[in-house]
């Protein structure tokens, strides 16, 4: 598999920023019209196209960490990518003049596609933790600048993380007739829900029990996100605040390859209000 963060120059953590800087960058330098490596410049725009979008950039990363250990898949597999990542070139290269007579063909072409579009439509949309278990489809109505209503199936994947945003192509502003309509735009809230808190793939919930059952150790019965039923063995001597790590029970990371996050239990101990005599008891023991 091909390793993108190398291709751009950038480590493995960088932020959106960085990797945006990096591709522009290279970009200035093997752009095809400044007579710059066809080849490099390719290879820089396909991990681009990867590495700034949130979802493939998900997937991208889970198949590098597990692809190659699991049946064999992550060899196989292959990105989809646009072919000139052109949300950012009327950004830096209008100011450039490439090639003989100031002539700028490729960045040209970008603008003038860019230009003939009405505007996007932004929406956001909320779902809790508990649908994102599992693939879900919702409508949503949105209004035009025109102030026509206007409705939208969104495909939800399982595992949607917060913030990602869906592209709808041509769903969006068609006030000027005379040219494409522009895109509509869903950006994705991912709420907490049902006592669960989410931490990128992993799962968090509390569990309460008494002293006596964190001294001896008990079984707990756990009901999950997927409306399923799961035992927790809590070792005796359980400190408060312990977090039992229950592996594969948090969210969903690649359906083809089965891989999901973790789920951690916090233990809460309550300790109960004793009579005298129950007190003295203890101090026995």
Do not use: W
Not at 195 to 212: A, E, M, P, Q
Not at 226 to 237: E, S
Not at 238 to 260: A, D, F, S, V, Y
């Amino acid at each position: 598999m091909k390793n993108y963060y190398d291709t751009l120059g950038v480590s493995d953590d960088a932020s959106d920023r960085e990797i945006k800087q990096a591709f522009k960058s290279i970009a200035k330098k093997e752009h095809p019209d400044r007579g710059g490596d066809t080849t490099k410049f390719k290879e820089a725009n396909e991990a681009y196209d990867t590495l700034k979008n949130s979802s493939k950039k998900q997937e991208y990363d889970t198949l590098r960490k597990y692809g190659q250990n699991i049946g064999g898949h992550g060899s196989g597999f292959k990105f989809t990518t646009s072919s000139f990542s052109d949300d950012i070139f009327e950004d830096f290269f209008s100011g450039f003049s490439f090639g003989e007579q100031g002539t700028q063909p490729f960045a040209r072409t970008m603008r003038r596609q860019r230009r003939n579009v009405n505007r996007s439509i932004n929406v956001r949309m909320s779902i809790s933790i508990k649908e994102a278990m599992s693939s879900i489809e919702k409508t949503i109505s949105y209004k035009l600048p025109s102030g026509k209503e206007e409705f939208a199936t969104v495909k939800i994947p399982a595992g949607c993380q917060h913030g990602v945003t869906f592209k709808y192509r041509g769903m969006g502003d068609n006030s000027d007739s005379t040219v494409l309509r522009g895109d509509l735009l869903v950006q994705m809230s991912v709420l907490d829900s049902d006592g669960y808190t989410r931490k990128n793939n992993d799962l968090y919930t509390d569990k309460v029990i008494n002293c006596f059952d964190a001294i001896r150790g008990c079984e707990l019965k756990l009901k999950t996100l997927t409306n399923t039923t799961i035992k927790i063995q809590v070792p005796p001597g359980t400190q408060p605040n312990t977090l039992i790590l229950c592996k594969g029970q948090g969210m969903p990371i690649h359906k083809t390859l089965n891989i999901r996050g973790n789920l951690y239990v916090k233990i809460i101990i309550l300790i109960p209000e004793l009579s005298q005599t129950d007190l003295n008891k203890i101090k026995d023991l």
